[in-house]
């Protein structure tokens, strides 16, 4: 069903500091999506609880790192069956008692069939620390941070590569392909320049790849700056756009948003803090150490 776009609707936000740590990649598409929910989520530290798109998700990346670490020739499914049962069971255990099992595994085990449909892992070379890899590195002047899941070396060079055990959303892809770009943009500066990226559907099995052309990579560096732009100026304003849109009907803050509710309570207010609470959420008291940051990464990046 197609939702109908609205228009921005500025909210106050009582003051506080913009996160002191590198933007992510995910964060900033996080931020483009709707400022809100990002100003919620990484400004006033609201945690959102795990759910089973985002422990399958976790699950199938842990087990494809730990198939293709092996050497070529033993990267077979019966390997990948043992590392995907384990996966399933620690990332379970991590998560709590509130996820559905069953559906993780089942997930899970589709997402790792479509797997063998989409790459023979025997034939990828993947380059030195090119798993699960994070870089580093400004971009722009601004400080980045990237949480690679492959990087592998192919005839024309690098190749970045991005699991997606969601369904394809044409819609986002130009989200998806920023975020490859500002990879891309990201080995560049560390002088291992990527020739393609590629985005490998675990659902709907399916490997898409493009080229790394400068017009793109310099797009995706131009949006980081105008985002870098708006966020501080909704920071120095405490005043953050919320964007309505498809995304709020998975919204976490949905229901104290007031582009979404007339009477919502302010947001940072005792009252809307205390209805987000109830509604399972919990909140970070304490600047993120780096567990916290890789924790993130792994809720932002894997599913
Ligand atoms: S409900 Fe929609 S507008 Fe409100 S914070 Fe969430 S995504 Fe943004």
């Known amino acids: 069903?197609?939702?109908?776009?609205?228009?921005?609707?500025?909210?106050?936000?009582?003051?506080?500091?913009?996160?002191?740590?590198?933007?992510?990649?995910?964060?900033?598409?996080?931020?483009?999506?709707?400022?809100?929910?990002?100003?919620?989520?990484?400004?006033?530290?609201?945690?959102?609880?795990?759910?089973?798109?985002?422990?399958?998700?976790?699950?199938?990346?842990?087990?494809?790192?730990?198939?293709?670490?092996?050497?070529?020739?033993?990267?077979?499914?019966?390997?990948?069956?043992?590392?995907?049962?384990e996966a399933i069971a620690s990332e379970l255990a991590e998560a709590g008692p509130h996820i559905a099992e069953a559906e993780v595994t089942s997930g899970a085990e589709a997402a790792m069939a479509a797997y063998w449909q989409t790459e023979v892992p025997a034939d990828i070379e993947v380059a030195p620390d090119g798993l699960e890899m994070t870089v580093e590195v400004p971009l722009r002047g601004l400080p980045f941070l990237g949480y690679i899941d492959r990087v592998a070396v192919v005839d024309t060079g690098l190749r970045v590569t991005d699991y997606k055990t969601g369904a394809p959303k044409p819609r986002y892809w130009w989200g998806y392909w920023r975020q490859q770009m500002l990879y891309a943009a990201a080995l560049d500066a560390l002088d291992s320049p990527v020739a393609e990226v590629e985005l490998l559907y675990l659902k709907q099995p399916r490997a898409v790849t493009r080229p790394v052309y400068p017009a793109a990579v310099g797009r995706a560096l131009a949006e980081l700056e105008t985002a870098q732009e708006q966020r501080a100026a909704m920071?120095?304003?405490?005043?953050?756009?919320?964007?309505?849109?498809?995304?709020?009907?998975?919204?976490?803050?949905?229901?104290?948003?007031?582009?979404?509710?007339?009477?919502?309570?302010?947001?940072?207010?005792?009252?809307?803090?205390?209805?987000?609470?109830?509604?399972?959420?919990?909140?970070?008291?304490?600047?993120?150490?780096?567990?916290?940051?890789?924790?993130?990464?792994?809720?932002?990046?894997?599913?």
């Open 1 to 85: 069903m197609a939702y109908p776009p609205r228009a921005p609707v500025p909210v106050v936000v009582p003051p506080a500091p913009l996160p002191e740590r590198p933007w992510s990649a995910s964060a900033i598409e996080d931020f483009l999506g709707c400022p809100l929910r990002y100003w919620w989520r990484k400004v006033a530290g609201w945690q959102t609880p795990s759910t089973v798109p985002m422990v399958t998700g976790r699950a199938v990346h842990l087990a494809l790192e730990h198939l293709l670490e092996l050497p070529p020739d033993e990267r077979l499914p019966e390997r990948a069956e043992v590392f995907l049962a």
């Open 235 to 303: 920071a120095e304003a405490d005043t953050w756009e919320a964007r309505p849109g498809p995304l709020c009907r998975y919204c976490d803050f949905a229901s104290v948003c007031p582009s979404q509710r007339g009477r919502a309570p302010a947001p940072g207010s005792a009252e809307s803090d205390a209805q987000l609470i109830e509604v399972g959420l919990t909140r970070r008291e304490h600047a993120p150490t780096e567990g916290d940051l890789l924790d993130m990464l792994d809720d932002e990046g894997r599913s």
